[in-house]
């Protein structure tokens, strides 16, 4: 079975906000919560990069090792999703993620904010697919229409990736090759400003 990923090529991310705007269509997700944001790195200096944040469905995802009520499950798709009856809005998968997934859908005082809400790499949630429980909990369910996340299809310039794993390793690969940057693509180097003595 594939397991699905999302990558950002940052060199070819250009901040037009396409994902973040096709997500909260498609799923009618409440003013205040975006389950995909843009973040720019080094804003307006040499070197800016723009990257597509979202929840990155984790392989050993911290939200859910810190979930008291266990409301996180990963699907054979390796999607990591969230069960809002079982949510009690504690908190700990917002503090726990390094993404900043989890949000919670109001602002308010603690007990007020609801349940946690986050990217379901458009496959729903636990209730029956393709159903209208389904849908006004967690939104569309891509996934079972045999379609990628949204988010992903409107990225005009394909700095956005989602799908198999291992086939967006492929993709991105070739796109290093191309570009020439051989192994220093994401090394020590590029990540650190060093040389490594070998």
């Given at each position: 079975?594939?397991?699905?990923k999302f990558?950002c ?9 396409a ?13 205040g ?16 990069r723009?990257?597509s ?15 008291p009520?266990s ?5 054979d ?10 949510c ?18 109001r ?20 209730e029956?697919d393709?159903?209208?429980?389904e849908?006004?909990r ?9 379609k990628?996340?949204?988010?992903a299809?409107?990225c005009s ?5 989602a799908g ?32 490594v003595?070998v």
């Amino acid at each position: 079975m594939a397991r699905m990923k999302f990558l950002c090529d940052a060199d070819r991310c250009i901040e037009c906000n396409a994902c973040v705007t096709a997500c909260k269509n498609e799923h009618e997700v409440p003013w205040g919560i975006n389950r995909r944001r843009v973040v720019t790195i080094n804003d307006g200096l040499p070197g800016e990069r723009s990257v597509s944040m979202a929840c990155m469905h984790c392989t050993d995802a911290p939200c859910a090792s810190v979930c008291p009520v266990s409301c996180f499950y990963t699907t054979d798709d390796g999607v990591v999703l969230h069960s809002k009856d079982t949510c009690i809005g504690c908190g700990y998968c917002f503090y726990a993620c390094p993404f900043g997934a989890p949000q919670y859908p109001r602002v308010g005082n603690f007990g007020t904010r609801g349940k946690m809400d986050k990217c379901t790499y458009c496959s729903g949630g636990p209730e029956a697919d393709m159903t209208e429980a389904e849908y006004v909990r967690y939104g569309t369910n891509r996934l079972a229409e045999g379609k990628l996340p949204l988010c992903a299809e409107m990225c005009s310039t394909k700095a956005l990736l989602a799908g198999d794993g291992d086939i967006i390793a492929d993709i991105y690969r070739e796109r290093v090759v191309t570009r020439g940057y051989g192994s220093g693509a994401w090394g020590w180097r590029t990540a650190y400003g060093e040389t490594v003595a070998v």
